[in-house]
């Protein structure tokens, strides 16, 4: 693990302009958020960074607070962008956050420049110290056409995040995402959830190999936004009641479905884009 070469990038106040359009109304498609008009940002980025990182006892906040001085605006300004940062709340230990590119070519350049400026030189060491283990990366892509990050107009409280993420394997990433679509989101929107993106295992080769990533992993995962942890437990225990919905899966699907997903609740921190 390099974690020198890895390390956090994406701290300080959020600037929106880099990496995501001001708010509008517009006609969002029902597969996506399911809702006629919703007043929303949407991000020009089409490859993601989920990144979880595991750090020694006691030292999250240690880590949160240099990532918010220190590289959220650097990161944004060379286009890597930080759309959310967060504490698993399941975790005392974790760190988990966001970070998207235009493109894969994009990225590449961008971390170039982050992980080979004078921002990361200056504060790898402490940012590094804290750490455990920062490989556990997926690298992803929309899964559908739109179904990246459609953040709702911020909320004046902050709320709380849930990812649920699919373990696909041999199974095709287009026919789970179709799945998905056909038979699982009408049945989240019935439970009052619009998520605000949907993304699945970006397969193109790791173009920046200092920063080690899952590569074997192949995945499809959900996010979305709940006021308070209550209703998100909430929204858990009812949605595991649910019975019938693989019936009618393909054959090349199900044995994505017969796996447990896992979730993650997610806390934003102080100056996370989504709050």
């Known amino acids: 693990m390099d974690r020198e070469a890895e390390g956090p990038s994406g701290v300080g106040r959020l600037n929106r302009r880099g990496f995501i ?16 008009k919703q007043e929303v940002s949407m991000t020009d980025d ?32 060379l286009g890597s962008h930080v759309i959310g940062s967060f504490r698993d709340l399941d975790d005392p230990d974790r760190f988990v956050w966001i970070r998207g590119f235009r493109n894969m070519e994009a990225r590449g350049i961008a971390l170039q420049a982050f992980y080979g400026g004078p921002v990361w030189a200056q504060y790898k ?35 709380v995040y849930g990812v649920t993420i699919y373990d696909l394997a041999s199974t095709p990433a287009a026919q789970f995402s179709s799945f998905f679509a056909a038979e699982m989101i009408p049945r989240i929107q019935d439970l009052g959830v619009q998520p605000i993106a949907q993304l699945t295992t970006e397969e193109a080769p790791n173009n920046y190999p200092r920063l080690p990533i899952r590569e074997h992993d192949r995945v499809f995962l959900w996010i979305a936004r709940w006021q308070n942890i209550a209703q998100l437990d909430s929204f858990i225990r009812r949605s595991q009641a649910w019975t019938g919905w ?24 102080q100056l996370s884009g989504l709050g």
Do not use: C, W
């Open 46 to 77: 089409t490859v993601f960074e989920l990144r979880q990182y595991t750090l020694f006892g006691g030292r999250r906040d240690t880590l949160i607070s240099l990532f918010e001085k220190q590289f959220i605006d650097p990161q944004n300004a």
């Open 125 to 159: 060491t402490s940012a590094n110290s804290t750490m455990a283990d920062s490989d556990n990366v997926l690298l992803m892509r929309p899964a559908l056409a739109g179904s990246q990050f459609a953040v709702p107009k911020r909320e004046k409280t902050q709320g």
């Open 246 to 269: 693989r019936d009618h899966a393909p054959e090349s699907v199900f044995p994505a479905l017969a796996r447990k997903p896992e979730r993650l609740r997610l806390a934003p921190t």
């Open 21 to 36: 359009h001001g708010a509008l109304a517009m006609a969002v498609s029902g597969h996506l958020l399911g809702q006629a």
